[in-house]
């Protein structure tokens, strides 16, 4: 069969003779330039160290030529070696491979990196401002020509993005392995962080962007318009959502690009503050966002229209978030819903702009004055959150989305504390997702077709409803809003246009909805009704795929939200259960050193092999993180694992006791 120019490229590797350097384009978005942290010694070895993947007759030209890099982005991403092909979500069958399940996993992490879903393409950086899929494009194209090589029988070793080796292993194996940050703790700091992704030797892998499950905004859409519809009701009952109401929130980069859209489906007026002006055109040509603005009064004016009209409608500010909070203020706008989904997790190298200075400004004095940025970054969350203050005051509920506003608020000085020493406005994980979904085993399960066939996305849609709606019959009580709220989504989601890159689907559910669902997709896969093999896979933002006491596990109260054994058991879990990739990271939406992830990728071809594997892997993935809210005593979960146990004899899960609180107290009375 003759190879395609793509495919050739492929199998090439990293090729004998030097590509042409490539200029920097300026017409996709780059990441900023990195901190100058390294030693005169240390950036030797990281020239030393990039130099390794490349034979020595091209030494002498690159190593001048990663010097400049270094010198020029604080990184060496090997720009000459970027393909020239055009990376995106193909079809798999268009991938060179001798597996179906490296084909799949070629697709997904092309998906990360296609222009319309990264954040930074060149880069190598999907989300957040600096979750990465590779360090630099050796290991892109190593990994590429690994994948379309191996078998069903060995395994890709990755480590931080570089590929270590495939090696022999099994059909029930995992063919990739993927490691991203793994430092020894005491070197987990920021800084640190910094300083080992200059080196070459570490990386931030984000949640979903290092281990290839970024399906772009549309992964986090579902999560925020549930999180909407439940905010909606919890400061007006009656009312069954979020409908005409104001919300108000920042960013529109990575994951942050799902909130604009997420309030019109949930029927607010969403008014989202976005510094980076091609960050705003991309979400408004993607239809992400329906209207723009950059002046402050016709803003605020559009918006009490929209209020009195009860419209559905998203605005951007092209502007500082900030300034728009301030102006609410000044102008005395009732606020229903506030948060904020810029990347604080990463607040000194572009995950926060300051207010007073410009998109271009706040670049540059990053890298040329760190110590002044970060004084503007402190002082610009010192008055946004006095200006949240005073709007929560007068009505607004405002809650953390978990990208470390609060902490970096309070680390600034902000009055964002209690007098106990707590936030004082809830994570949303605490106040929403925690207790509604996640305790109960609800998350955000997702699929991929790698046909790349819009067709093939719409059946399973129309499967995915059906088992819904069969569950739902006889769900008890306890989770029918959260099955109702996810058959709408489902209904809702093709004229929502959510999809992005890849023909993806994310959908909230819990063990049995997404087993049933999965088990439905490799049958329709088996007798041809799907044209091609479907990927599952979820966020890591999920019942059992994170440890993050700032979120994911911020509503855990018995002290354990700072250990890591359930996403650590999660992944060594679903490795020897059937999962087709896993994938572990130091560091997510909320910072480096502050959160262990990890999660999974599952290839449905219809076979036998990927039925039994789907239940056995689905049932620990969710049942895991399950028990392990249960005994933290989370009331939700252990109604979830009690009823697990009762439908299957296999499961015995230790139930804690409940202590009388009273009895404690008088003890220390």
Known sequence: MELTEFQEAVLEGIPDELPEAQDCDPGVSHAPKRKDILSPEEKKLAVKNALRYFNRKHHAVLALE???????YGRIYMYRFRPGYKIYARSFDEFPHKSKQAAAIMLMLCNNLDNAIAQHPHELITYGGNGAVFQNWAQYRLTMKYLAEMTDEQTLVLYSGHPMGVFPSH??????????????PNYSKPDHWEKFNA??????GQMTAGSFMYIGPQGIV???????????RKIQKENEGAEGKIFVTSGLGGMSGAQAKAAVIAGAIGVVAEINQKAVQKRHEQGWVDEVYSDLDKLTERMIMAQCNKEAVSMAYTGNIV??????????IHVDLGSDQTSLHNPWAGGYYPVGLTFEESNEMMTKDPEGFKKRVQESLRRQVTAINKLTAKGMYFFDYGNAFLLESSRAGADILKKDGSFKYPSYVQDIMGPMCFDYGFGPFRWVCTSSKPEDLDLTDNIAMEVLEEIASSAPKEITQQLRDNIRWIKEAKENKLVVGSQARILYADCEGRTKIAAAFNKAVRVGKISAPVVLGRDHHD??????????????YDGSQFTADMAVQNVIGDSFRGATWVSIHNGGGV???????GGFGMVLDGSDDADRRLRMMLYWDVNNGIARRSWARNHGAVFAIKRAMESEPELKVTVPNIADDSLINELFD
């Open 66 to 72: 990663f010097k400049k890099e270094l010198e020029n």
């Open 543 to 556: 019942v059992s795929g994170t440890d993050s006491p700032y979120r994911e596990t911020s509503n855990i």
């Open 199 to 204: 080196l070459g030797v570490s990386q931030y």
């Open 171 to 184: 059909k029930d194996a995992p063919r990739v392995v993927v490691t991203n940050g793994m430092v020894i």
């Open 591 to 597: 910072g480096w050193g502050e959160v262990i992830n």
């Open 222 to 232: 579902h999560g925020t318009t549930i999180t909407l519809m439940n905010a909606g």
């Open 323 to 332: 300034d728009l909070w301030e102006k609410l203020v000044e102008k005395d």
